[in-house]
């Protein structure tokens, strides 16, 4: 099995991501024990084989069709689901928030990860059409996962602890994903 070669679907960078994918994951795992400091830092280390990846793709010259799909469903994995289902967990545990707050919470985050799926997809389909320009439309999932772990803090620390709010924060964060605000791109 060759590692360089574009053709193998387990080449080092399509590997590369699938570290990433592991570490989402595991990191769902570990939110569900209340680990959330582990999860956080299994999700920083999945940030760096999602930056991994693609430098390693394009020096050794193995992008592929197959590659570009494979990162945008680890990132909606570890940038996507896996940042919400953290928030969630995050505000029954340290804000005890229940009852219709924590039924609007969920409603909240299951808009989130639909939009941040459509962000996916629609810059799939640009990519595909060769359109991506120096400017992200919309905040780019992995930016959006870091503005939820922003809040995720504000709550962990007891700064925010009212779900309705939290869920109107995310709502915007939500929004953002799919908006016409334009982000340079690295």
Same mark, same amino acid.
């Given at each position: 099995?060759?590692?360089? +070669? ?10 590369? !991501? ?7 994951? !595991? @990191?769902?795992?570990?939110? &569900?024990?209340?680990?959330? !400091? ?11 084989? +999602?930056?991994?990846?693609?430098? %390693? ?6 992008? !592929?069709?197959?590659?570009? &799909? ?10 996507? $689901?896996?940042?919400? #289902? ?10 005890? $928030?229940?009852? #219709? ?5 969920? $409603? ?18 640009? %990519? +595909?059409?060769?359109? $991506? ?5 919309? %905040?780019?999932?992995? =930016?959006? @996962?870091?503005? /939820?772990?922003? *809040?995720? *803090? *504000? %709550?962990?620390?007891? /700064? ?7 869920? *109107?924060?995310?709502?915007?964060? @939500?929004?953002?994903?799919?908006? &016409? =605000? ?5």
């Amino acid at each position: 099995m060759d590692l360089y +070669d574009k053709h193998n679907r387990f080449n080092i960078a399509n590997l590369i !991501t699938f570290g990433n994918i592991a570490c989402g994951v !595991t @990191a769902m795992y570990l939110i &569900q024990q209340n680990s959330f !400091t582990v999860a956080i830092i299994l999700a920083w280390i999945a940030g760096a084989f +999602d930056i991994a990846d693609g430098k %390693v793709a394009r020096k050794y010259k193995l992008s !592929t069709e197959f590659g570009v &799909q494979l990162d945008s469903f680890a990132d909606f994995l570890s940038f996507v $689901v896996m940042p919400a #289902f953290l928030l969630f967990y995050a505000a029954k545990h340290y804000a005890s $928030v229940s009852g #219709f707050a924590e039924l609007l919470l969920g $409603v909240v985050f299951v808009w989130y990860i639909i939009s941040g799926l459509r962000r996916l997809v629609e810059f799939n389909l640009k %990519v +595909d059409a060769g359109e $991506v320009a120096k400017y992200f439309e919309g %905040v780019p999932t992995p =930016l959006g @996962a870091i503005l /939820l772990w922003v *809040l995720y *803090l *504000l %709550v962990a620390y007891g /700064l925010l602890s009212s779900g309705y709010i939290l869920a *109107l924060l995310v709502m915007g964060i @939500a929004w953002s994903l799919n908006s &016409q =605000l334009r982000i340079p791109h690295p």
